[in-house]
């Protein structure tokens, strides 16, 4: 029922330094694309004043998160799985102190790239965070040659796919209501980018 996957073992340690930096001490925080559930488990037995709410699009993902969950220190604090597609508006929660997707846009159209950041300008509490990590082009160009494989092998298997412009998605959070406020660069020349709602 546990899925594990191995990068997620191994980002979590430099996602959450970020996290630690930027997050609230208190609050609820919206996993999107919560996946094995690995995440959700480790970030909130390391941050203790956030509940963590973890979602998926696809239901066979959530026994995973929630087995994840469940044997977390912080289980107490871990919402069970969430079945949430992105592109179904508005999102049914209440409104929530931060958004995290790892991951994501590039493994689904860009719709669900438009979806989520129009999702969390409507789910975000004013002043509430959005921080998505994962690949980004800069400025239409990649970071890395690998970075450009990874990208012509997701096209090859999904022509919807690829890795984004992190200038496109940027134009999407403005218009959600959501303004830029630091670029990570992170580990295997990932990105961790994170915007603040607008009062």
């Not at 409104?95 to 999702?119: K, S, Y």
């Not at 092998?153 to 919807?160: A, C, H, Q, V, Y």
């Not at 412009?165 to 580990?187: I, K, S, Y």
Request: with cysteine; net charge negative; glycine share 8%.
């Amino acid at each position: 029922m546990k899925r594990d996957y191995p990068a997620t073992s191994r980002n979590k340690g430099p996602i959450l330094d970020v996290l630690r930096r930027w997050l609230p001490p208190e609050g609820v925080v919206l996993e999107i694309a919560s996946g094995s559930g690995q995440h959700a488990s480790w970030f909130a037995s390391q941050m203790p004043g956030l509940t963590w709410q973890p979602s998926d699009a696809d239901a066979a993902c959530l026994p995973s998160i929630d087995a994840w969950g469940q044997e977390s220190d912080a289980a107490h604090r871990i919402r069970p799985a969430l079945h949430l597609d992105v592109a179904a508006l508005p999102w049914p929660l209440q409104p929530v102190d931060a958004v995290f997707c790892a991951n994501m846009i590039h493994i689904a159209p860009w719709t669900a790239a438009q979806a989520l950041a129009q999702g969390a300008g409507l789910a975000l509490r004013a002043q509430g965070l959005l921080v998505l990590y994962g690949p980004f082009k800069i400025d239409g160009r990649h970071t890395a040659p690998s970075n450009q494989d990874f990208d012509d092998d997701l096209r090859r298997r999904n022509p919807l796919w690829g890795v984004r412009d992190l200038a496109d998605f940027g134009a999407l959070a403005q218009q959600a209501g959501l303004d830029h406020v630091e670029t990570v660069p992170m580990p295997a020349n990932n990105l961790c980018v994170i915007w603040r709602k607008r009062p």
